[in-house]
């Protein structure tokens, strides 16, 4: 491999893409967005530039998430978009094409997971791998995985949550569900519509998560002014929301995140489970940035639960170390491919 070959670790997410560089840590942060033309035949903006067009763009132009709960929904579009991404990361580099690990969720068909390898090397990748997204996060939240004892992670994503035990680098139970941030934000907005009569869009809900969104119900609530059309007049309203009624609203998407940890432990070897019990749950992913997330979790499934450091960014940064770290690679090679 030429001296000048990059190390790349891509976490292409139904929300966000994060890529990792070998020795330069996580270079791109960005919205997993593209903006095209009416017909969809021409890229008139990536990432945080599409993101700030979302909602405001004229007919002839189109806001598109091509990934849609963790899966590639439109091949064509996601190439454009890592294309432009690793190019910026690239830079005068382009002649030498990088080594790209891609995560991935566990529950993905083979058919999705040759797409998502396709896509890396239409993109421009000398090599592509993947890697499973629980296995990924484990590392980036520095977890000892290669130890014989049981490592339970539950990577709470935009469009999926995934959870696995892992012990000896090896996933021995894994679950993935196909719910995550953007239902939580689904349910922010129905519950607008319901309660207050007031139709938002998809970045307001998200905003309204961010500003006051919790799991658990606080003794001193937040408070937001949300801003949306009124649905009885169409004219534009103003209603002031709790951090309260956004538990109400978000209950049913956070019992199915629950449903499923409660799921992956009951599978668990006893001896496994017992070290779970120990060790608690590692929540990573955007979701777990969700105010009271861990105690949601531990008062459902009876094991203690702690938020990883960084939690939105460990599986790029385990993407990337895992790249670096072959063996980790070799040993899992059986289903990476």
């Known amino acids: 491999m030429s001296i000048l070959s990059r190390k790349i670790g891509i976490d292409v997410g139904t929300s966000t893409v994060l890529i990792y ?3 330069e840590g996580i270079v791109i942060n960005e ?3 593209v903006a095209v ?39 064509v579009v996601t190439e454009a978009m890592l294309h432009h991404l690793i190019g910026k990361v690239q830079g005068r580099q382009r002649l ?5 690990m891609v995560c991935v969720p566990s529950g993905v068909t083979s058919a999705e997971r040759r ?10 990748a000398r090599q592509a791998w993947l890697i499973d997204e629980p296995l990924a996060a484990a590392i980036g939240a520095g977890l000892a995985i290669a130890e014989p004892r049981g490592n339970a992670i539950c990577d709470i994503g935009g469009g999926t949550t995934a959870i696995a035990v892992i012990s000896l680098s090896g996933m021995v139970v894994a679950h993935s569900i196909r719910v995550g941030g953007n239902r939580i934000d689904d349910a922010i907005a129905m519950y607008m519509k319901r309660e207050h009569n007031l139709l938002i869009g998809e970045r307001t809900a998200e905003e309204v998560k961010l500003a006051v969104g ?25 209603v002031e929301v709790s951090s309260n009624e956004i538990v109400e609203a978000i209950d049913e998407p956070l019992r199915l995140i ?29 979701g777990a940035q969700l105010r009271g997330i861990e105690r949601y979790l531990s008062m459902h499934t009876g094991i203690p639960a702690v938020v990883a450091d960084e939690p ?11 790249l670096e770290t072959f063996e980790v690679l070799r040993r899992n090679q059986a289903h990476l491919r």
Do not use: W, Y
């Not at 033309?37 to 067009?53: H, I, T």
């Not at 649905?231 to 534009?236: K, R, S």
């Not at 939105?312 to 895992?322: K, M």
């Open 258 to 286: 629950a449903g499923a940890v409660r799921d992956v432990l009951e599978e668990t070897p006893p001896e496994l489970a017992a070290d779970i019990f120990d060790r608690g749950i590692v929540l990573t992913g955007g």
């Open 115 to 124: 797409a998502v390898t396709e896509a890396a090397i239409s993109a421009g």
């Open 31 to 33: 919205p997993s967005m």
């Open 214 to 238: 919790s799991a658990v119900s606080m003794k001193q609530p937040l408070l937001t002014e949300v801003r949306g059309r009124d649905l009885v007049t169409g004219l534009p309203r103003n």
């Open 21 to 23: 560089v070998k020795g």
């Open 96 to 100: 030498f094409k990088p080594e790209i």
């Open 312 to 322: 939105q960014t460990s599986v790029v940064r385990g993407t990337g170390l895992a």
């Open 37 to 75: 033309n009416r017909d969809g035949s021409r890229v008139l903006a990536v990432g945080r530039q599409a993101f700030e067009m979302m909602g405001r763009a004229p007919e002839s132009i189109h806001v598109v998430r091509p990934m849609r709960e963790g899966v590639i929904a439109d091949f």
